[in-house]
């Protein structure tokens, strides 16, 4: 950790040091991308380059704030270990609200505000290819974060084993079903927004396991957005399809989809509620399993991800490749095989959540029981 507290005290001079040093790492870097995806008249105006920052400024791009993790996690984590490893640098911070063309504004921004790294979280995980390609005419690093960034000249990924997340989430459901006698059960399957590569491989995660379990899928859709709106009308929709009785169980590919199924469930008198899958340990969705209303959910340490992509940019806008040990691997996006740190994800139920959510800090016993949660958090242990 040497390097890191001497890293913390690089002043003024070694910052630009360190801006020249990442000037000549990306030049080198474009020219073994070919540089040539430049798209027409967005060749101009490089102004990261021409502006001298007194400090180094990074953009965190997020996609949404429907659901509860980028604003409560992703960027408090981010910004404080930014901090703590570069008091002089600055956090540009956007949050596109699942607004494509609203990301790459935001992005455009951030460059010609004097940015040195892009931490990106797509919207669209294909068409933030454009944002790449403008970032690297300025000769700026970006980060795909969370989201893999596919069809482009991306430096790093950061994420987690996403079809390793539908694997747990398809395996929860299958193994609660066949406990239950139901192993031959009709489900409702709602997947997230088509345009974010992630949801593509928990959905492929999840197929792998459910396909050929035993179960029938009676009704699946793929959900824009994310949006937990969409997903309760969904649900309504398989409601009136299958039946309110007929429905053994529900896969939702995260908390926020799940709360909108769970929500569409008990309005239309479902009783007893199925099991029904997530993703997140958002508060909302780890009360919902303490309180017996969600089955499972994914647990995905968003600090260490949030944080390592903070040193990642830091280190990027320094010049520096990724801190030593962190890549543990290699994603093919379309273009390139991106170097990638993967973490893993765990699999939360009723009987788990002392021993990783709030044994990890992520959430306080405290938090998870306020209010109506009393009761059921003493049912469960936790307090
Ligand atoms: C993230 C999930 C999140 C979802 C909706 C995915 O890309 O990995 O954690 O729930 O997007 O924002």
């Known amino acids: 950790m040497n ?25 080198k870097e474009n020219k073994e991308a070919g540089g040539e995806t430049a798209a027409p008249g967005t060749a101009t105006a490089p102004a990261a380059e021409k502006k001298p920052a007194a400090g180094a400024k990074i953009a965190l791009l997020l996609p949404e704030s429907k659901t509860a993790r980028y604003e409560s996690h992703d960027r408090p984590h981010f910004e404080r270990k930014v901090k703590e490893l570069c008091s002089e640098c600055e956090v540009i911070y956007s949050n596109a609200d699942q607004d494509a063309s609203k990301q790459q504004n935001q992005a455009e921004a951030a460059l010609t505000n004097g940015a040195q790294v892009l931490v990106l979280d797509p919207v669209d995980s294909a068409s933030a290819a454009a944002i790449v390609t403008r970032a690297k005419q300025s000769k ?14 991306v430096d790093y990924y950061i994420s ?29 399957v709602i997947n997230g927004a088509p345009t974010d590569n992630n949801a593509k ?10 396909d050929g379990s035993g ?14 709106d969409k997903a309760q009308q969904q649900m309504e929709q398989a409601i009136t399809a299958i039946g309110k009785d007929k429905i053994a169980g529900v896969y939702c590919a995260n908390d926020g989809t799940a709360g909108g199924a769970i929500a569409a469930m ?40 949030a944080e390592t992509a903070a040193e990642l940019a830091v280190a990027l806008a320094r010049g520096q490749p990724a801190p030593a040990g962190k890549v543990n691997g290699k994603v093919n996006n379309g273009q390139k095989d991106v170097p990638s740190i993967l973490l893993t994800p765990v699999s939360v139920t009723k009987d788990n959540v002392k021993s990783t959510v709030v044994a990890d800090g992520f959430w306080k016993a405290e938090e998870i029981c306020a209010g109506d949660y009393k009761e059921a958090c003493a049912t469960a242990q936790l307090q």
């Open 215 to 228: 179960l029938k899928i009676g009704a699946e859709y793929d959900t824009p957005d994310w949006s937990p």
């Open 266 to 305: 008990k309005a239309a008198g479902v009783k007893p509620l199925p099991p029904v899958t997530g993703q997140d340990a958002e508060l909302a969705g780890i009360q919902r399993i303490i309180a017996g209303e969600q089955f499972m959910t994914v647990y995905k340490a968003i600090k260490p991800e």
């Open 3 to 27: 390097t890191r507290s001497s890293m913390t005290r690089l002043g003024a001079a070694s910052v630009l040091t360190a801006v020249m040093l990442l000037t000549s790492a990306c030049k």
């Open 160 to 188: 987690f084993d996403n079809e390793q997340v539908g694997k747990l989430q398809g395996t929860a459901l299958v193994d609660k079903l066949k406990a239950d006698g139901k192993a031959a059960g009709t489900i409702v």
């Open 140 to 153: 700026i690093p970006v980060v795909s974060y969370d989201r893999l960034i596919t069809g482009a000249d």
């Open 201 to 210: 491989l928990f959905k492929a995660g999840a197929h792998s396991i459910i």
